[in-house]
Nanobody, 118 residues
């Protein structure tokens, strides 16, 4: 069973930056898509950003222009650089991975808390 481990969450002031990382226990070549979702207070889970094996990216409207997703094959990781954070970005951020072998189903990390507050 592949595991996804997130890291990098924490407390940051409005306008600040944070970087999240998601490391897979197996090669990320097995995934056609990896990304981040978040669950913010009072809202359902929403897309933050995704990246394909070809490095095509997609961003949720709320984070476009502020967040950047990337992948590092050498470390089997996906990273999310978050800039210009606002209190609305507060929530639990989950790493997601969609395998080429669809019978495996999606993989999810345990989530990491991001809190934007002064």
């Amino acid at each position: 069973q592949v595991q996804l481990v997130e890291s990098g969450g924490g407390l940051v002031q409005p306008g600040g930056s944070l970087s999240l990382s998601c490391t897979a226990s197996d090669s990320i070549f097995m995934f056609k898509l990896m990304g981040w979702y978040r669950r913010t207070p009072g809202k359902q889970r929403e897309l933050v950003a995704t990246i394909t094996d070809d490095r095509d990216t997609n961003y949720g409207d709320a984070v476009k222009g502020r967040f950047t997703i990337s992948r590092d094959i050498s470390t089997n990781s996906v990273h999310l650089e978050m800039n210009g954070l606002t209190p609305d970005d507060t929530g639990v951020y989950y790493c997601n991975a969609v395998p080429w072998r669809t019978t495996l189903g999606d993989f999810w990390g345990q989530g990491t808390q991001v809190t934007v507050s002064s």
